[in-house]
């Protein structure tokens, strides 16, 4: 579960500061897509900048999985992200130097308590990600060797490698075309029923629609759902 408690998040703007999430509160449910949408501007960035305990929100609180981050200091907030967050940017974000497996083994070496167990355990995981994302047969290439919706792919299956109870993906289909968008919608549903991650999905494009359980709009910093789970 991802909870978003009257949320606002202001950027400094010369003097003073500008408004981007005005009390906002929102919540994700396991095994359901949270759709954001809404115009360029309005704040989806900010909002999942904010689930994902990137940016401290000035008024309101984020609970991560039960976890209320708004005391936890920065080390606390990383140790909550690798715990408990599984992120997916816009741009897929890959070294180009590793294979698509390496990608995600590269996440067992991240800091923090048990690196040899959780190397273990991720190893174990890898090759069974890497197939869940249809990328099976593609474990030994390199970003450069993989097309748009590929990439995206080894991302999604990396932000999945450390079992995340909250996964958040930002307008993961903006470089792709209409068909290879589809497919990673249609994927980000399925992972999400199969794992049961409380997912928020940012996206403008309402073709997209059908993949989400539900739908927040975003419009100058405020939001309103558009529709709920059934
Ligand atoms: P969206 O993702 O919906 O396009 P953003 O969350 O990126 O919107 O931005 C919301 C508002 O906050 C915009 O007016 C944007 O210019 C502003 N903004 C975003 N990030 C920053 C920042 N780091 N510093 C100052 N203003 C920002
Ligand atoms: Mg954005």
Do not use: N, W
């Not at 070496?109 to 040899?116: H, I, N, Q, Y």
């Not at 030994?140 to 490698?161: E, F, K, M, Y």
């Not at 497919?183 to 049961?196: H, N, P, Q, V």
């Amino acid at each position: 579960m991802i909870l978003l408690d009257d949320v606002t998040l202001t950027y400094p703007d010369g003097d003073s500061r500008v408004t981007a999430i005005d009390h906002v509160s929102l919540e994700g449910r396991p095994g359901l897509v949270t759709g954001i949408t809404g115009p360029s501007g309005s704040g989806k960035s900010s909002l999942l900048a904010l689930a994902a305990t990137l940016a401290r929100p000035d008024t309101g609180r984020v609970v991560v999985d039960g976890v209320d981050a708004t005391g936890l200091s920065a080390a606390g907030r990383t140790a909550l992200r690798r715990e408990r967050i599984g992120i997916v940017f816009q741009q897929p974000q890959l070294l180009p130097a590793l294979t698509a497996r390496e990608q995600l083994c590269v996440m067992a070496e991240l800091g923090g308590r048990g690196r040899r167990a959780r190397r273990a355990a991720v190893r174990g995981r890898v090759d069974e990600l890497l197939d869940a994302v249809g990328l099976g047969d593609h474990a030994d290439r390199r970003p450069a060797q993989l097309s748009g919706g590929q990439r995206q792919r080894v991302a999604i299956a990396r932000a999945l490698v450390h079992e995340p109870r909250v996964l958040l993906v930002d307008e993961p289909t903006s470089a792709l075309d209409s068909t290879r968008g589809a497919e990673i919608m249609a994927l980000l549903s399925r992972l999400t029923r199969e794992r049961d991650t409380a997912t928020l999905l940012v996206t403008h494009d309402l073709v997209h629609a059908g993949a989400l359980d539900a739908t927040v709009e975003v419009v100058d910093g405020r939001a309103s759902l558009v529709a709920s789970p059934v």
